[in-house]
């Protein structure tokens, strides 16, 4: 039995013997919403199964969802901005049949996300998919262990997109004035600047958040064409031969094999991370049907994009080795400047990925904090108790929004003492998304082995869901396995690829947390919801 009371729900579905007043009190939340922001009937029987009370605006639709997810993975932009690791490993060849093998992946890994998103759509994911679907011995470690993964990833990536559009500003400014010399304290400045701005739009204009998300979405569209379009005019061609079957070995791989799947994942982070609309689920009206739809239009969208930047750049590339040495650090602006011969045509081509980036960024910081507020909800964290308060009159996550923050800044400051601590933070992002979604796929996946029942779905993937999870779960290890991989060869500490270390320090870290008395206070979402409603 459950009841909606003083904006909490209470369930009484633990086994007899088990229950305490504090294991049928979700979160005593300070704050309400309105009838009219709780979303349709279905939005309202979802939150009393989940057990969770609606103190969050219900105010995304289809289109400005699909706009939150398609903008914050930024497909396009992100092919232009890694561009150098695409030509060191893999070269165009590689670029183009790295990003069709990440498309065909993505397809497979977010239907089986989006299904799950349809059977329970809240802003916890994959730690309460996980936690849900899982073998009840392991269920809540596993759990645990997915939530803490999944918040420092998403606070990881606020980083790494801000560092990538003030990196870019840099680059900008050395190719106007070639005698600039980038210090790590510009760059600093710079990421706090573009995280600063991003803050403003997740609390001033929170409300406005899906409106400004549906702007951005033309932008996103719009924009590509702004700059291809000079490239298809001005820029010279190669030949098709060239252009997608001219690999490069760059890295001094031992195979041309481990170059190309080194040089992979580039493609992966331009498509990596469309769960970040399930952590806005609790803010979508008829979520178990909207975000499904929006998730896997959103990826069908950002891949004919890339697809378009990827062909593009494949075959106006006639010269890899010249945009690898570019001063600007980024080929891409070389690129720009060859074709356009113009210092402002470069600058005005520039900044529309600049922006699109920037705007990213507002997407993920919403995505961070909604991430690590939900996970505070269940007690998770150590400061659950002001991680999980949402405020009155705002009813967004405001102290979770702050944290996420002072979290960016503290990871920007880190770039004072040094660059290469600072991007062994900001790589956890891959390795968490990645873990995540193996853990919360094979836990389905081995609930439908053992013929369990599963939940129903508003976006049910039927008889074929076993292969599809299968599918996406080989997809997954092989990428999980090469996203530890430096760049290239010989590996010294400036080159390493700290991610390893990083993704075993958190996996350490909660582990003992959870050892120590984590598991004390964490309450697995599956202890508090009831299908049975």
């Not at 759509?121 to 679907?133: D, I, K, L, R």
Request: neutral net charge; glycine residues 8%.
């Amino acid at each position: 039995m459950s009841k909606i009371s003083n904006g909490y729900v209470q369930t009484t579905t633990l086994p007899k013997g088990e229950q305490s007043s504090d294991d049928v009190q979700l979160a005593d939340f300070t704050a309400t919403v309105a009838d009219k922001w709780q979303g349709t009937a279905a939005d309202k029987h979802d939150m009393v199964i989940l057990g969770r009370s609606q103190v969050l605006r219900r105010n995304f639709s289809f289109i400005s969802i699909l706009g939150f997810s398609a903008v914050l993975i930024c497909t396009w932009e992100l092919i232009f901005a890694n561009l150098l690791f695409a030509l060191t490993d893999g070269g165009t060849g590689g670029l183009f049949w790295g990003f069709t093998v990440t498309v065909i992946a993505s397809i497979f890994i977010y239907l089986s996300v989006a299904e799950m998103a349809s059977m329970s759509p809240t802003a916890g994911g994959q730690y309460h998919w996980v936690s849900e679907f899982a073998p009840a011995f392991c269920q809540k470690y596993l759990s645990f262990l997915s939530g803490w993964l999944l918040a420092m990833g998403w606070q990881g990536a606020v980083v790494g997109l801000s560092l990538v559009a003030g990196t870019i500003i840099q680059g900008l400014i050395v190719l106007q004035n070639p005698t600039y010399e980038p210090q790590q304290w510009h760059g600093t400045l710079l990421i706090i600047a573009v995280v600063l701005f991003c803050i403003v739009f997740n609390t001033s204009f929170a409300k406005k958040l899906p409106l400004i998300e549906g702007f951005i979405l033309l932008l996103h569209v719009i924009g590509l064409f702004a700059i291809v379009i000079p490239l298809w005019v001005l820029a010279p061609r190669n030949i098709p031969s060239v252009a997608i079957l001219q690999f490069n070995n760059g890295g001094n791989w031992p195979s041309m094999g481990v170059a190309y799947m080194v040089g992979l994942l580039t493609a992966l982070s331009s498509m990596m991370g469309f769960d970040c609309s399930v952590h806005m689920s609790e803010e979508i009206k008829d979520a178990s049907n909207t975000l499904p739809r929006a998730m896997m239009w959103g990826v069908v969208l950002n891949a004919i994009l890339g697809y378009i930047v990827v062909i593009t750049l494949c075959f106006t590339i006639t010269d890899p080795a010249a945009l690898l040495d570019s001063s600007t650090g980024f080929p891409f602006i070389q690129l720009f400047f060859n074709a356009t011969h113009s210092y402002v045509g470069t600058h005005i081509m520039s900044a529309i990925i600049v922006v699109n980036i920037v705007s990213a960024v507002i997407s993920e910081i919403a995505t961070a904090s909604r991430q690590i507020w939900s996970f505070a909800r269940d007690d998770g964290f150590p400061c659950s108790n002001f991680l999980k308060q949402v405020s009155p009159g705002w009813n967004i996550p405001l102290n979770a929004v702050v944290v996420s923050f002072g979290f960016g800044v503290a990871i920007a400051l880190i770039n004072l003492g040094s660059s290469v601590a600072l991007n062994a933070i900001v790589s956890l992002t891959m390795s968490s998304l990645l873990s995540s979604y193996m853990l919360s796929i094979g836990c389905i996946f081995l609930k439908r082995l053992r013929g369990e029942t599963l939940p129903h779905a508003g976006f049910p993937l039927g008889r074929h869901g076993m292969a599809i999870n299968i599918i996406a779960l080989c997809f997954l290890t092989a990428f999980f396995i090469f996203c530890f991989f430096p760049t290239a060869t010989p590996v010294v500490a400036s080159t390493m690829n700290w991610n390893i270390a990083m993704f075993g320090g958190i996996t350490l870290f909660a582990t003992v947390w959870y050892v120590v008395g984590g598991h004390k206070k964490y309450r697995a979402p599956v202890d508090i919801q009831n299908r049975k409603l």
